[in-house]
């Protein structure tokens, strides 16, 4: 999974990635001018795997992974009208955005973290409209020629592109736009910007961390975007304590009163906002999350540990992650009847501890 951070210049947004991802990436003026963005993986932090792995002693535990892009966004891109397109396209790779606004006082006195948070969304829809209506034009031009097929789907592409224009030019983002599955479809090459669910961190400093909470439920109130949430969090004090031992960040926390570092939530709410959840494998040799989309069934779950598995998929073995604990160990969970055995079209829950058993000659 791969979530692109974005944000104005002076929004905290390179704090928030350092956060993160426990980097050390410059802060000063990486907005500025300098294209190439940071990047770093981040281990998903999840209490169950490590668990499991206390359980069966693995030779390896492997928890799933995110990637972080930071992506300048020069200053003053949104007075000019438009963002460079290589900043623009390394913004579409990304699966999620978390867009980062200032909310903390600055030189130039206070935060006002909706409007920079207006200003790049509608940057965004801007860009999106300008792919929409160059490719409209072109279907109905050259849409018009080719096989019978062709011809049918350019139409159907077109009808669905001059749905959604309007849409954009209201403003409105299009994962507000009610899309059925053939429609999802036929977009998913576009990777339009206002498409990607969007976590908006309100860039705090110490001094509002006791309202952090009333700050995101207020900024709910006030986006409330489909695929959208709002996360408040304290970037330098959480690069600083990506920096320190455990033991030290757990004192620093106490002194500070918080409870947890903000970097496990804020994974976690990337998650659910692409309608993620973890499955797990569990032995000897290995104990390791694995990452699938809501609605997945036994056989995509295969497919995400090998591809094998998924072509020869005969059925998987499933237990419960709260079940094998407190049976405390597969042969156990077999005997009471906990340990199922579910075939291809069973639909994989979130803590799932799964074995595939597969053919290998198919």
């Known amino acids: 999974m791969q979530v692109t951070i974005v944000g104005l210049p002076g929004s905290g947004k390179t704090t928030v990635f350092n956060a993160l991802t426990g980097a050390q990436a410059d802060t000063g003026g990486f907005s500025g001018g300098r294209a190439a963005p940071n990047m770093g993986v981040v281990k998903v932090p999840d209490a169950r795997l490590d668990r499991l792995s206390e359980l069966f002693h693995p030779r390896k535990t492997i928890p799933a992974d995110v990637t972080y892009v930071d ?11 438009t963002i460079n397109p290589d900043v623009l ?23 006002d973290p909706w409007r920079d948070v207006e200003a790049l969304d509608l940057e965004f829809s801007i860009a999106d409209l300008m792919v929409i209506e160059k490719r409209l034009e072109k279907l109905r031009t050259s849409g018009r020629h080719g096989s019978p ?23 409105r983002p299009l994962r507000a736009v009610a899309l059925s599955e053939d429609d999802e479809l036929r977009l998913r090459g576009y990777r339009f910007l206002t498409q990607k669910p969007v976590l908006v961190v309100l860039s705090i400093d110490e001094a509002q961390l006791a309202t952090a909470a009333e700050l995101e439920a207020a900024g709910r109130d006030r986006y409330g975007q489909q695929q ?10 959480e690069a ?3 920096q320190l031992s455990e033991d030290d960040a757990t004192l ?15 994974i976690h709410l990337t998650y659910a906002l692409l309608g993620l959840f973890s499955f797990f ?12 989309r809501q609605g997945a069934n036994a056989v995509d779950a295969a497919a995400a540990i090998h591809s094998d598995l998924a072509r020869g998929f005969i059925r998987a073995e499933v237990v419960t992650y709260d079940d094998l604990i407190a049976c405390g160990s597969m042969a156990e969970a077999r005997k009471r009847g906990l340990l199922r055995s579910e ?3 069973y639909a994989v829950r979130d803590g799932d501890v799964i074995e595939v058993l597969f053919n290998v000659a198919r």
């Open 281 to 292: 494998t569990a032995g000897e040799d290995e104990c390791r999350a694995w990452t699938l």
């Open 228 to 237: 959208a949430d709002v996360a408040a969090l304290a970037g330098k004090i």
């Open 240 to 242: 600083e304590l990506a």
């Open 343 to 345: 075939g291809k079209t």
């Open 252 to 266: 620093f926390m106490e002194d500070l009163g918080i409870a947890e570092p903000s970097r496990g939530r804020v």
């Open 71 to 81: 992506v300048a966004i020069p200053a003053g891109a949104t007075r000019e009208g």
């Open 149 to 171: 097929a062709e011809r049918e789907a350019n139409a159907q592409e077109e009808a669905l592109l001059a749905r959604l224009e309007p849409e954009l030019s209201a403003g």
């Open 89 to 111: 396209a390394l913004v579409r790779n990304a699966d999620a955005l978390l867009h980062v606004a200032r909310a903390f006082e600055g030189g130039d006195g206070p935060g």
